[in-house]
C-alpha cells in the first residue's frame, strides 16, 4: 500500500464525511451568514420534528428548511416541503417563537435548496425568501 493510500485510509477513519444533508444545512448557514443573517440556532429538535436553522434578518424571525440534493432531477429540492412539511414547520415554529418569548417580532418561512453533485466541492444554493405562508395558524404574519 502507497504511502498515499495510507493517508487517506487514516484521514477516512479519523475524520469521515459528513452525511449529505449535515453538509447542505453547513453550506446553508454559511451561506446566510455572508448575507447578514445571524444563526439563532440550528437543528433545533422538540416533538414532531426539527427546525433545520432559526435565523434573524433585521427584526425578522427566519425559518430555513433546507433541502439538500445530488441533482435537480425530477424535481427541485425546494419543490419536496409539501403542505404537511409546511404544517409541521409552523406548529413547530409557533413553538420556539412561544419558548424564546418572540411573538412580538415578525417571522418568516424560507426555503434554501442545496445541489450538491458528486465529485463537486462546492454546492449550487437557491435561496427562496417567504417560501410558504403559516399553514393552519391564523395570525401568524410575516
Do not use: C
Not at 10 to 16: D, I, K, N, S, T
Not at 58 to 79: K, L, Q
Not at 116 to 125: D, K, L, N, Q, S
Amino acid at each position: 500500500m502507497s504511502v498515499r493510500a495510507r493517508v487517506d485510509q487514516w484521514l477516512r477513519r479519523w475524520f469521515p464525511k459528513k452525511p449529505l444533508g449535515r453538509r447542505g444545512e453547513d453550506a446553508a448557514a454559511r451561506y446566510l451568514r455572508r448575507r447578514g443573517y445571524r444563526i439563532l440556532g440550528r437543528g433545533q429538535s422538540w416533538k414532531g420534528g426539527e427546525l433545520d436553522i432559526v435565523a434573524l434578518s433585521g427584526e425578522t424571525i427566519v425559518f430555513v428548511e433546507v433541502r439538500t440534493r445530488t441533482s435537480d432531477v425530477p424535481t427541485r429540492p425546494e419543490e419536496s416541503v409539501d403542505w404537511n412539511k409546511q404544517r409541521r414547520l409552523t406548529r413547530l415554529a409557533v413553538g420556539y417563537l412561544k419558548r424564546h418569548r418572540l411573538f412580538d417580532r415578525p417571522a418568516r418561512f424560507d426555503v434554501i435548496a442545496v445541489v450538491w453533485p458528486e465529485g463537486t466541492r462546492r454546492p449550487a444554493i437557491r435561496h427562496v425568501e417567504n417560501a410558504f405562508p403559516a399553514i393552519g395558524l391564523p395570525g401568524f404574519y410575516s
